[in-house]
């Protein structure tokens, strides 16, 4: 088995560009093949037997030798990819030696084996078109015409009457006629059906391709949205440090009153502040501007409770003062593979629904589960007003929304249902009105341990 399908991958290993060609290529080798060995092993196997080669015969084995010789090059100009050049040399022996012999003995005596004929109308049919089937039909009818005129002048030198050399004409012209007919509709459908299909791919393609783009800037869109919803509290949270600096650089006008000795400290007291003060800002801004610019998607290997502790600061600028946020992790590494970007934006649109859903106080927690070697479950839990049967049956439609026009385009969760889903991983809710919601969000666990962050 190992052999046959490793003969067959050699023969579809052809260098052929033209993806038609590329298909038939096997096929094509395989006949060459074909009479490359048998012809040869057809007259071996007659001489080894006791047969003799009369003068008559000599030719025929010329002729079949060549035959054989073309083919194995043909073959050779297929490895090369000379896909057409080698179809013609074959068919132009074919159509040589027939033409040979009808006007060595005429038609009626080859009529009982058509194959030969057949062959070359369907090989230039199939394998060189429409163009090339006609142009066959011509020649063989010019050959069918040098054996009838054998015939007719076979039957004068016999004496017998012309007409019965003539008698299978008709059939001949309307048969071969009829079938090349066949042969060229049937190949203009191929042909056509073949362009309609490379034509629908092509279209699927660039569907395909517009839609990753438009995934894209949605997912873009759905940041932007999750960073203007920050925008005031990280007012808020500059306000404050810009309030530490102002307030250790007024430390200046007391230097004046401090012993010397103690200058030098308070100085440096009052910078260390400001550092701190000002790393606390840098550190705000760096993830901010990274949750919101727009890169292509890299997935890594994270931990996913780490992920979650990293955007605690974000988490507590996006909700209200009054809103408790709470992380509960495992002993165990979370090992997930996700785009950080998309998974930040996965827990701050969440978060940005139950800040909705509670208004100024109330109680936001993510808990993070490992119930078995395969799944990583976030649970991400509001003391809202929760949702009814109906809302929950429609939650993850891109457009539908509970709020007012301005407030939404409902499309954050079926963001999010998309981006998990390309992560291997899935988004349910559990909610009952007056008791909150729990969105339950499954990753798939990555084998061995997940970079963690010191904490």
Same mark, same amino acid.
């Given at each position: 088995?190992?052999?046959?399908?490793?003969?067959?991958?050699?023969?579809? &290993?052809?260098?052929?560009?033209?993806?038609?060609?590329?298909?038939?290529?096997?096929? !094509?080798?395989?006949?060459?093949?074909? %009479?490359?060995?048998?012809?040869?092993?057809?007259?071996?196997?007659?001489?080894?037997?006791?047969?003799?080669?009369?003068?008559?015969?000599?030719? #025929?084995?010329?002729?079949? !030798?060549? $035959?054989?010789?073309?083919?194995?090059?043909?073959?050779?100009? #297929?490895?090369?990819?000379?896909?057409?050049?080698?179809?013609?040399?074959?068919?132009?022996?074919?159509?040589?030696?027939?033409?040979?012999? /009808?006007?060595?003995?005429?038609?009626? &005596?080859?009529?009982?084996?058509?194959?030969?004929?057949?062959?070359?109308?369907?090989?230039?049919?199939?394998?060189?078109?429409?163009?090339?089937?006609? $142009?066959? %039909?011509?020649?063989?009818?010019?050959?069918?015409?040098?054996?009838?005129?054998?015939?007719?002048?076979?039957?004068?030198?016999?004496?017998? &009457?012309?007409?019965?050399?003539?008698?299978?004409?008709?059939?001949?012209?309307?048969? %071969?006629?009829?079938?090349?007919?066949?042969?060229?509709? @049937?190949?203009?459908?191929?042909?056509?059906?073949?362009?309609?299909?490379?034509?629908?791919?092509?279209?699927?393609?660039?569907?395909?391709?517009?839609?990753?783009?438009?995934?894209?800037?949605?997912? *873009?869109?759905?940041?932007?949205?999750? @960073?203007?919803?920050?925008?005031?509290?990280?007012?808020?949270?500059?306000? *404050?440090?810009?309030?530490?600096?102002?307030?250790?650089?007024?430390? =200046?006008?007391?230097?004046?009153?401090?012993?010397?000795?103690?200058?030098?400290?308070?100085?440096?007291? @009052?910078?260390?502040?400001?550092? #701190?003060?000002?790393?606390?800002?840098?550190?705000?801004?760096?993830?901010?501007?990274?949750?919101? =610019?727009?890169?292509?998607?890299?997935?890594?290997?994270?931990?996913?409770?780490?992920?979650?502790?990293?955007?605690?600061?974000?988490?507590?600028?996006?909700?209200?003062?009054?809103?408790?946020?709470?992380?509960?992790?495992?002993?165990?590494?979370?090992?997930?593979? !996700? +785009?950080? &970007?998309?998974?930040?934006?996965?827990?701050?649109?969440?978060?940005?629904?139950?800040?909705?859903?509670?208004?100024?106080?109330?109680?936001?927690?993510?808990? $993070?589960?490992?119930? +078995?070697?395969?799944?990583?479950?976030?649970?991400?839990?509001?003391?809202?007003?929760?949702?009814?049967?109906?809302?929950?049956?429609?939650?993850?439609?891109?457009?539908?929304?509970?709020?007012?026009?301005?407030?939404?385009?409902?499309?954050?969760?079926?963001?999010?249902?998309?981006?998990?889903?390309?992560?291997?991983?899935?988004?349910?809710?559990?909610?009952?009105?007056?008791?909150?919601?729990? /969105?339950?969000?499954?990753?798939?666990?990555?084998?061995?341990?997940?970079?963690?962050?010191?904490?």
């Amino acid at each position: 088995m190992k052999i046959g399908r490793g003969f067959l991958d050699w023969l579809r &290993s052809a260098p052929i560009s033209d993806p038609v060609d590329r298909r038939n290529a096997p096929v !094509m080798q395989l006949l060459l093949l074909f %009479y490359g060995l048998l012809l040869p092993a057809n007259w071996v196997w007659r001489l080894a037997s006791g047969g003799e080669v009369h003068e008559a015969r000599m030719f #025929i084995l010329a002729v079949d !030798m060549l $035959i054989a010789a073309l083919a194995l090059t043909g073959i050779a100009l #297929i490895r090369h990819g000379r896909f057409r050049p080698a179809v013609v040399l074959f068919l132009a022996p074919q159509l040589i030696s027939l033409g040979v012999v /009808f006007f060595n003995v005429g038609v009626l &005596s080859q009529l009982i084996d058509p194959a030969p004929t057949m062959l070359v109308l369907v090989v230039s049919g199939l394998i060189l078109g429409r163009h090339a089937l006609w $142009i066959a %039909y011509v020649l063989l009818m010019a050959v069918f015409a040098t054996g009838f005129a054998t015939d007719v002048r076979q039957a004068v030198a016999a004496g017998t &009457s012309v007409g019965s050399a003539l008698v299978n004409l008709p059939a001949v012209l309307i048969s %071969y006629t009829i079938i090349t007919i066949v042969l060229d509709r @049937s190949i203009k459908a191929l042909r056509e059906s073949l362009a309609e299909s490379n034509a629908r791919g092509r279209e699927l393609q660039r569907e395909m391709a517009e839609r990753e783009r438009a995934q894209t800037q949605l997912v *873009h869109a759905q940041k932007m949205e999750a @960073s203007g919803r920050l925008a005031s509290g990280v007012a808020h949270d500059f306000n *404050h440090i810009l309030d530490v600096i102002l307030g250790f650089s007024a430390q =200046r006008h007391r230097l004046d009153d401090i012993d010397t000795r103690m200058q030098a400290g308070a100085l440096a007291d @009052s910078l260390e502040g400001v550092e #701190i003060a000002a790393r606390r800002g840098t550190a705000i801004t760096r993830k901010l501007l990274r949750f919101s =610019r727009q890169d292509a998607t890299h997935p890594v290997v994270f931990d996913a409770a780490d992920g979650v502790d990293e955007l605690q600061p974000l988490l507590r600028q996006l909700l209200p003062p009054g809103v408790r946020v709470q992380l509960q992790r495992p002993d165990v590494p979370t090992p997930v593979r !996700m +785009d950080r &970007s998309e998974f930040d934006l996965m827990i701050l649109n969440i978060a940005a629904n139950a800040r909705d859903a509670m208004g100024e106080d109330g109680t936001f927690q993510v808990t $993070i589960e490992a119930p +078995d070697d395969d799944h990583i479950l976030l649970r991400l839990t509001d003391s809202g007003d929760g949702m009814h049967a109906a809302m929950i049956a429609r939650i993850f439609e891109p457009f539908f929304s509970t709020k007012a026009a301005a407030d939404g385009t409902g499309l954050g969760l079926a963001v999010i249902r998309d981006l998990l889903t390309a992560a291997g991983g899935s988004i349910s809710v559990e909610s009952r009105p007056g008791h909150g919601s729990t /969105f339950v969000v499954t990753l798939p666990r990555i084998a061995g341990p997940a970079p963690r962050t010191p904490r």
